[in-house]
């Protein structure tokens, strides 16, 4: 038996291990678009992912969502928060994973939408990464070019924290900029509802905005990863 490599690699992996797990400011959120028809082979495809990722022992959370309200009703939203830079560089088996999505997942869906965000706790109330509850109200703000400065100081002045969990987040890079989304974990339709006070933003804003898109998604804890216990109604 080779002792030396056992030392090796038993060195190694609680060093990977805390890379993988670091944590940080960053998110990913991706946007899938099942191909007509294509629905079940989708979700069971992707089901089958997980269990690839599950199998490798993979630390990370993914979150996975359909949007049941707007434009892109029926897509699916897949997300991953809280990570550091180096978190991020440290991904389980990136040639595997990808070789396994290929199989599994492509065959079925669109890739729309693939960015790398950062969470601003100074405009939210919450950790940066949502609670696993079963609505979640997802907000994208497209700003006029060279506004995203003067859109964080209005909005960060124009208006008292807000009281439910609320969670802003930059996108650093994967799409048209400025660009900022804002998560609204509820754990219910009439939640959603209720709070429909805290849904707008300040006035000051409006000039800064080319674009906002507000849709409403379901959370999958099937085609999750992680979650623990979801909050569900």
Sequence with gaps: M??????IVGTAFPTLLAAQTGRGPY??????????????EFEAGYIRHLEWHREARDPWVWYGWSVWAGERQRWFVYATFGHSAASLDSAVAPAEDERDNVLNVAPHVEYVEHAL???????SRGTGEPRPTARLELTTVDLVPGAAKAFEQALGAGRSRPLGETLWYRMVAGGAAPRYVRLRPRPSLSAVLDE??????PDAVNHLIAKT???????????????GSPVLR
């Design 213 to 227: 898109t507000v849709e409403l998604l379901t959370l999958r804890p099937t085609m999750s990863l992680g979650l």
């Design 196 to 201: 429909r006070s805290e849904q707008a933003l």
């Design 27 to 40: 998110a990913r959120i991706a946007v899938l678009r099942p191909h007509d028809g294509h629905t079940v």
């Design 117 to 123: 965000y950062e969470y601003l706790p100074g405009l």
């Design 2 to 7: 080779n002792y030396r490599w056992l030392a």
